[in-house]
């Protein structure tokens, strides 16, 4: 621009007019306007006005003025649009991050307002006369939550409706496997939903809530809450009695161990007896459950050993046999139960089965482990095959 007005003002007043016309020509061609009005206006005062190329050089001038007068507020709205943009963006993360925070307050408002209902029919309970309290049994219903089998919620006897909605029993089976039956908010939505924004799964974790206490509290006159909420935390209602078989479970494991045979044998049973399929099958890909149905695994395993041993040595062939087996259904590699099974079969005079076992515990053992029975057992063998007493 620059070097064109020192153009104009030094060379361009020497030049015929219509070498100032080529040159406007060159200008208007490539939409350079503001040179192009600067030599119209030089252009302009060598003509007489009453010229017709005077009027349309005037003409000319005006349409270059306001073309480049609209270039400027095309720009400049350029730049109002840019900016509104910046701020169009920055208005969306303050509403993402409002509506969660409003998502929590509506939560935990509902969640209050129904402790609140049920607090305040508890104080009524107990300013009526003793004769019109509930009985024990009806102040402290009995909650047995089945996880050593296909998952299941009894009310007393009663099996309770789980809801349908997958999200909503998992939650339900989460809290009763946590020793607190607790879990923060921040948990679950971790746990079911990690890949959804904040406030995504804060309303599917609010609506699968609850659905699940729809479903439990479904038929009920009484209106029994089940799960808590305060302060961002989801609990299992204390005031009721939670139970389930894995609790009974262990403490039959516990007092087996305490206790001297038979009693032993009889904890034993009775606990194996709870023990259908590995804890929570139903959250088997789930990682919070594994280190628990390895350990109750474990267990159950250990208390077969022992129930298998007893029978052998009783000489109950039948439930000793029985007892490995369900060993191998467990862990189909554990070596110790096909030792249990190659001594049994020789005990009772059949020593090309017990020569089967071995065989079928090679194979297992080379194709899922890659290794040979170890020596215990192969001497077992010889011993059988030698005909030696056991």
């Given at each position: 621009m620059e070097a064109t007005r020192s153009f104009i003002a030094?060379?361009?007043?020497?030049?015929?007019?219509?070498?100032?016309?080529k040159q406007t020509r060159a200008y208007l061609t490539k939409a350079q306007f503001p040179e192009c009005t600067a030599l119209l206006e030089l252009m302009n005062k060598h003509l007489q006005p009453e010229q017709d190329l005077a009027e349309l050089t005037r003409s000319l001038i005006e349409e270059c003025h306001r073309h480049t007068e609209l270039q400027q507020q095309l720009l400049d709205a350029s730049t109002n649009v840019a900016r509104i943009k910046d701020q169009l963006q920055e208005s969306i993360s303050n509403l993402q991050?409002?509506?969660?925070?409003?998502?929590?307050e509506v939560s935990l408002s509902i969640e209050t307002s129904y402790e609140h209902e049920h607090t305040s029919l508890f104080t009524r309970q107990i300013a009526e006369p003793q004769q019109n309290q509930p009985s024990p049994e009806k102040a402290s219903p009995?909650?047995?939550?089945?996880?050593?089998?296909?998952?299941?919620?009894?009310?007393?006897?009663?099996p309770?409706?789980?809801?349908?909605?997958r999200n909503g029993q998992a939650i339900l089976r989460y809290l009763i496997a946590q020793e607190s039956h607790s879990a923060t908010v921040d948990t679950l939505m971790t746990l079911l939903w990690p890949d959804d924004p904040a406030d995504v799964a804060l309303n599917k974790l609010y609506v699968a809530v609850s659905l699940l206490r729809r479903s439990l509290q479904k038929g009920e006159k009484n209106r029994n809450k089940y799960i808590l909420y305060?302060?961002?935390?989801?609990?299992?209602?204390?005031a009721m009695q939670w139970h389930t078989d894995v609790e009974e479970f262990l403490e039959l494991h516990q007092l087996g161990r305490k206790a001297q045979k038979p009693e032993a044998i009889e904890y034993y049973e009775r606990a194996?007896?709870?023990y259908k399929r590995p804890f929570m099958l139903e959250d088997l890909y789930s990682d919070w459950s594994f280190q628990q149905r390895e350990y109750l695994r474990q267990v159950y395993i250990t208390m077969c050993h022992a129930l298998a041993l007893h029978y052998i040595e009783s000489q109950l062939y039948e439930q000793a046999t029985y007892w490995a087996n369900a060993i191998l259904e467990e862990n189909r590699c554990?070596?110790?139960?096909?030792?249990?099974?190659?001594?049994?079969?020789?005990?009772?005079?059949?020593?090309?089965?017990?020569?089967?076992?071995?065989?079928?515990?090679?194979k297992v053992l080379q194709e899922e482990m890659g290794v040979e029975p170890m020596p215990d057992t192969a001497n077992l063998l010889k011993s059988i095959m030698r005909g030696d007493m056991l």
């Open positions: 030094t060379d361009t007043s020497e030049l015929p007019i219509n070498i100032l016309l991050h409002l509506q969660v925070l409003f998502l929590k009995l909650l047995y939550a089945v996880c050593l089998a296909p998952f299941e919620l009894r009310l007393g006897s009663v309770l409706e789980l809801c349908t909605n305060k302060q961002g935390v989801y609990q299992l209602d204390p194996c007896s709870l554990d070596e110790e139960a096909y030792q249990h099974l190659i001594r049994i079969y020789a005990l009772r005079g059949r020593r090309h089965d017990a020569l089967r076992q071995y065989q079928l515990c090679q």
